[in-house]
C-alpha cells in the first residue's frame, strides 16, 4: 500500500528542523551520529572518504569529528554547495566508475570509508535493491583498495535478495561486521547500514595507495 498523501511523519518533521536549526544540509546527520555514538567509527587525527557525499550533511559531521588533524573527502555525482571547513573538500564524480579521474586526486590510504550512496529511487523495490547493491560492491572495492589495515566501512544498503550476498563480500574483507538500522532511519525505509570494523590484511593489499604514501614520505 502505498504512503497515503498529506499524512506528515512527526519525527522526521522534527529532525528535519533539527538539522536546518544546527545547519547541517540533510536529517540524514542524525543516522551518522547515531552509528558514531554506538560504534566510534571517526576518530580525532582520522582521514575518511565518504562516498555519496552531496548535499553534505555527513562530511560536515565527520570534520567535526576528525577535528583539525583530520581530513574528510567526500565523492558525489552531485556537487556540493554547502560551505566546508578547512579539514574537508568535497570532489564531483561517479563512484561506480573506478577509473574515473575523480580517484586519481584522492591519494593515499584512509582511516574510514563511509557510504551513504543511494540510487534514484523508482518505486520498484527490486530495482532499487539491485542498484543499491551495486552501489555496496563498489564501495566495498573502494575500501579494499583504499583502507588501511584495521580501518572501518559503513555502508548504506537497500536490503534485497543480494544482501547476503553483500554481507558475505564484506565479511571476506573485515574481521567484525554488525547490521545496524539507527532510530532515525525510517522504518518503512528498506535501508540499514553495515559497520565493518578490522580490515583484513589482503594479498595485493592497497598496493597503489601505499606507495602513494610511500612516495610522499
Ligand atoms: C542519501 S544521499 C547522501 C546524503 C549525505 N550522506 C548527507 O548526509 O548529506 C545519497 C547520495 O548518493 C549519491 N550517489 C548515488 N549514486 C552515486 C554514484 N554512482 N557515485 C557517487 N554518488 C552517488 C547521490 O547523488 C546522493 O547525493
Not at 504512503?3 to 545547519?23: I, M, Q, S
Not at 564484506?170 to 567484525?176: H, P, R
Request: proline fraction near 4%; aromatic fraction near 6%; charge should be positive.
Amino acid at each position: 500500500m502505498g504512503k497515503k498523501k498529506g499524512v506528515k511523519n512527526p519525527w522526521a518533521d522534527h529532525l528535519t528542523r533539527k538539522a536546518k536549526k544546527e545547519k547541517y544540509p540533510a536529517r540524514s546527520v542524525y543516522k551518522l551520529e547515531e552509528i558514531q555514538e554506538k560504534h566510534r567509527l571517526i576518530r580525532p587525527g582520522d582521514r575518511v572518504l565518504d562516498l555519496g557525499c552531496a548535499p553534505g550533511s555527513w562530511l560536515l559531521y565527520a570534520a567535526k569529528k576528525a577535528g583539525r588533524a583530520g581530513q574528510v573527502t567526500g565523492v558525489d555525482k552531485k556537487k556540493v554547495t554547502v560551505n566546508l571547513p578547512e579539514n574537508a573538500r568535497a570532489l564531483t564524480g561517479d563512484a561506480l566508475e573506478p577509473d574515473s579521474p575523480v580517484f586519481a586526486q584522492i591519494e593515499g590510504c584512509f582511516d574510514v570509508v563511509l557510504s551513504d550512496m543511494a540510487p534514484a529511487t523508482t518505486g520498484r523495490k527490486e530495482v532499487d535493491a539491485a542498484r543499491s547493491y551495486a552501489l555496496c560492491m563498489a564501495a566495498l572495492a573502494v575500501a579494499r583498495g583504499r583502507l588501511r589495515a584495521e580501518g572501518r566501512f559503513c555502508c548504506k544498503i537497500f536490503t534485497g535478495e543480494d544482501f547476503t550476498q553483500f554481507i558475505d563480500s564484506v565479511k571476506t574483507a573485515f574481521a567484525d561486521v554488525t547490521i545496524y538500522k539507527p532510530k532515525s532511519s525510517r522504518k518503512a525505509s528498506k535501508e540499514i547500514y553495515i559497520i565493518a570494523k578490522g580490515r583484513k590484511k589482503e594479498e595485493d593489499d592497497n598496493v597503489g595507495a601505499q606507495q602513494m604514501v610511500d612516495d610522499q614520505a
